[in-house]
């Protein structure tokens, strides 16, 4: 059972930062990507970041590229989301996925392993 772990989400001000981790319970060779996601209330899960285990090839959301790092320790087995220049509308539970092979990593479907999630709250 592949277990992912989210924390490091809390409450910041706005123009604050976070910086979120994902423990993977499988070593990471048994991974190709992981990806970061997210959801407020309401609204549809989306995706914020995504990175390869071997190659390092990231992809972000358009309005998180400029604010938002992706990266991986691969002898920890985490991978981490810096999240800088933190706005309200960032305000969202934020999910770690773990994919085993390549597949639509913008997309819900392109993952087969989730996270609980962690809470991101950022005031205005």
């Known amino acids: 059972q592949v277990q992912l772990v989210e924390s490091g989400g809390g409450l910041v001000q706005a123009g604050g930062s976070l910086r979120l981790s994902c423990a993977t319970s499988?070593?990471?060779?048994?991974?190709?990507?992981w990806g970061w996601f997210r959801q407020a209330p309401g609204k549809e899960r989306e995706f914020v970041a995504h990175?390869?285990?071997?190659?390092?090839?990231?992809a972000y959301a358009d309005d998180v590229e400029d604010r938002f790092t992706i990266s991986r320790d691969i002898a920890k087995n985490t991978v981490y989301l810096q999240m800088n220049s933190l706005k309200p509308e960032d305000t969202a539970v934020y999910y770690c996925a773990a994919a085993r092979y390549s597949s639509a990593y913008r997309e819900v479907h392109g993952y087969d392993y989730w996270g609980q999630g962690t809470q991101v709250t950022v005031s205005s």
């Open positions: 499988w070593r990471t060779f048994n991974i190709y990507a």
């Open positions: 990175i390869t285990r071997s190659v390092g090839f990231t």
